[in-house]
């Protein structure tokens, strides 16, 4: 079984950074993809970023389009973590963020249904 922790979520006021961090229990993190999803009041949870198992230098990510360029997600195998660095934030930013895992898969994921494992969430309000 994997667990799932988020932190650093908070205010902060648009065009402002925020980290986010997961840590993920488990021996097997690093074959692990990993995402992050956010749900606002009212809202779907929707895909934010993904980043897969990588065997040599190589990143593969993904985003959606409304992040592109702004979010950053990256992992740190050694500590089992996921971050998620998010620039220029926005009012529409703000949502409850959640990390998602995934073992023995070698893709990027952007489908919740694909994933097995979930935090807990962070809240991220982003003021206007």
């Known amino acids: 079984q994997v667990q799932l922790v988020e932190s650093g979520g908070g205010l902060v006021q648009a065009g402002g950074s925020l980290r986010l961090s997961c840590a993920a229990s488990?021996?097997?993190?690093?074959?692990?993809?990993m995402g992050w999803f956010r749900q606002a009041p009212g809202e779907e949870r929707e895909f934010v970023a993904t980043i897969r198992y990588s065997g040599d230098r190589t990143t593969y990510a993904g985003y959606t389009d409304s992040v592109r360029g702004r979010f950053t997600i990256y992992r740190d195998n050694a500590k089992n973590m996921v971050y998620l660095q998010m620039n220029s934030l926005k009012p529409e930013d703000t949502a409850v963020y959640y990390c998602a895992g995934r073992g023995d898969i070698l893709k990027t994921i952007t489908t919740i249904r694909e994933y097995d494992y979930w935090g807990q969430g962070t809240q991220v309000t982003v003021s206007s």
């Open positions: 488990g021996r097997t993190f690093s074959s692990y993809t």
